[in-house]
């Protein structure tokens, strides 16, 4: 079964940037539909980014400052995190999402793929103020 590494969290200030990095073990995943999502204690897991056929979609909460990309022939998803604030604190996973369900530039379409268990073990963002 496919695995996911996340990487690249740390602790920053209000206003400073990190960019995480997403591996799958194998490459056809990484070419599919991928997101990232962003979980807290006493919340569910949310998507915060998403690319799929070329197009990409953001929550709301993170439009302008967050963009994902990736690097098909590394088998990575990165998310460039600008303007970080301590609401954007919480543990980090990339997981393929549902292309069925997504649409451009709708944050609320980004869902993860039901069914198999794709979760890894994060990484962790904390933001202070």
């Known amino acids: 079964q496919v695995t996911f590494v996340e990487s690249g969290g740390g602790s920053v200030q209000s206003g400073g940037s990190l960019t995480l990095s997403c591996v799958a073990s194998?490459?056809?995943?990484?070419?599919?539909?991928m997101g990232w999502f962003r979980q807290t204690p006493g919340k569910d897991r949310e998507g915060v980014a998403g690319?799929?056929?070329?197009?990409?979609a953001y929550a709301d909460s993170v439009k302008g400052r967050f963009t994902i990309s990736r690097d098909n022939a590394r088998n990575t998803v990165y998310l460039k995190m600008n303007n970080l604030q301590p609401e954007d604190t919480g543990m980090y996973y990339c997981?393929?999402?549902?292309?069925?369900?997504?649409?451009?530039?709708?944050?609320?379409?980004?869902?993860?793929?039901?069914?198999?268990?794709?979760w890894g073990q994060g990484t962790q963002v904390t933001v202070s103020s």
């Open positions: 690319v799929c056929r070329g197009n990409t």
């Open positions: 194998e490459s056809t995943y990484i070419t599919f539909c």
């Open positions: 997981a393929p999402i549902d292309p069925f369900l997504f649409s451009p530039d709708n944050g609320t379409s980004i869902l993860a793929v039901k069914g198999l268990n794709y």
